[in-house]
């Protein structure tokens, strides 16, 4: 599906989905579990991927409440599934249920769409077998499909921090089950930090108890997984309040609204603080969890996302109508993403007018020597790119169409359903 986004202004209030990085983890942290009700989830392309996996191994979910999902567990004994467990473009969903796969003495096969196919899984799958599991790549190049099991007892691994925070939570989510529990040294630096800090929060919620050390983090065996009330709620999710900020900063003269912005662990509540360095007028509610944001006169800065892989798109966008130059550094892990996130944007913002120069691990936007015109981009089925694209076209001149933007199913469904109720000229 191709969207038409016009030159337009956007008003009002608009509630932001439910955290997708939350979701994941409180839909396994109920299937480890005897069960629990998960209230607030995001329902999504991605979340349904983890809910399958939950049904592959052993327990079953209950979506006829829209507003909680009532999982039943496979109390830490998951069973072999009977079929192939398909991924479809979920990385979290790929990376955190191999290593559940791992705990089974028999063995479960993963795979994914051709995009997850391509990203990277060979850390993990070393660490399961330092765990003296059995873990393979079936094109044996660390990619997907994946062969795991062999039925884990615990132990001590070592692993590189800086390809993908999620092996981390895999292995702590996993390891909580355990007999002996895992220690986790980290052989370089870690990258993407607050989403293991997400992790810590709900395992906390879930009654698990995990922890950073010196060299990694660690987590004992033998634990329980057991949320007070026997319900957890997941917070609205600040990747995709990234994106409606933005609008508001970008086209929003009369102001707008973002609600469900409450803070929690996410590390892309520092798009509050970049907006703010870019000269952004906006307030934030921490209480109420509102957000609110007026059209502003931006101005270029220099930001990492080092921990903050899934602000690049947004900040690229800010960066392409802001004055001055915006540096994105610390970015090379953004490449090993649903695409290559950096190449991405270079490419399609350069389409629609703007100045970008790529660098390996970083980018630079020219916004001084940026005009944003209406073009056809292509939002190479990945829903950030798709959704950044779109917050970039109501402030071009002309009309942009973004193409495949049925994939921001992925993480916001009603995306353009909300962008055209508070004002935005969306053509389908």
């Not at 006829?64 to 072999?80: H, L, M």
Request: charged share 25%.
């Amino acid at each position: 599906m191709d969207i038409t986004i016009g030159t337009s202004t956007v008003k009002g209030t608009a509630q932001a989905p439910p955290s997708k990085s939350y979701t994941h983890r409180a839909l396994l942290a109920a299937g480890y579990a005897d069960g629990a009700t998960v209230r607030a989830p995001l329902v999504s392309a991605d979340t349904k991927a983890t809910m399958r996996a939950v049904t592959a191994y052993g327990g079953s979910v209950d979506r006829s409440d829209e507003q909680a999902i009532e999982v039943t567990g496979f109390d830490g004994r998951p069973e072999t599934p009977d079929t192939v467990i398909d991924c479809a473009n979920s990385g979290t969903t790929m990376r955190l249920v191999t290593a559940t796969a791992a705990l089974q003495d028999r063995l479960t096969v993963l795979t994914g769409d051709d995009s997850l196919r391509s990203r990277p899984q060979g850390p993990l799958l070393d660490a399961i077998g330092q765990l003296d599991g059995r873990a393979e790549s079936t094109r044996e190049n660390g990619q997907a499909p994946l062969v795991g099991g062999g039925g884990i007892d615990g132990g001590s691994v070592a692993i590189p921090g800086d390809v993908s925070s999620q092996y981390i939570t895999a292995l702590l989510m996993a390891g909580a089950v355990t007999d002996e529990g895992i220690d986790i040294e980290l052989t370089t630096d870690l990258k993407s930090s607050p989403y293991v800090d997400i992790t810590l929060e709900v395992l906390s919620d879930y009654g698990v108890t995990a922890e950073r050390t010196a060299d990694g983090f660690t987590v004992a065996g033998g634990q329980s997984y057991d949320p007070a009330g026997g319900e957890y709620h997941v917070p609205g999710d600040f990747s995709s309040i990234s994106y409606l900020l933005a609008m508001g900063a970008l086209a929003s003269p009369e102001g707008m609204t973002v609600t469900s912005a409450v803070p929690s662990a996410q590390g892309d509540t520092a798009i509050v603080d970049i907006l703010d360095r870019m000269g952004a007028t906006l307030s934030w509610d921490r209480e109420a969890g509102e957000i609110a944001v007026e059209r502003s006169e931006l101005s270029g800065i220099e930001v990492g996302v080092e921990d903050t892989p899934d602000l690049l798109p947004t900040i690229a966008t800010l960066g392409a109508a802001a004055d001055g130059v915006t540096r994105i550094t610390d970015a090379e892990h953004v490449r090993y993403k649903e695409t290559d996130r950096v190449s991405a944007m270079a490419e399609e913002l350069t389409e629609m007018g703007a100045r970008v120069e790529e660098k390996q691990d970083e980018l630079v936007v020219y916004g001084e020597d940026s005009s944003l015109e209406g073009a056809t981009v292509d939002g190479r089925a990945d829903h950030r790119i798709i959704m950044s694209l779109a917050v970039a076209g109501l402030v071009a001149d002309g009309e942009t169409t973004v193409t495949g933007a049925e994939h921001v199913d992925v993480s916001f469904p009603n995306f353009f359903d909300l962008l055209e109720s508070l004002g935005g000229a969306v053509e389908r």
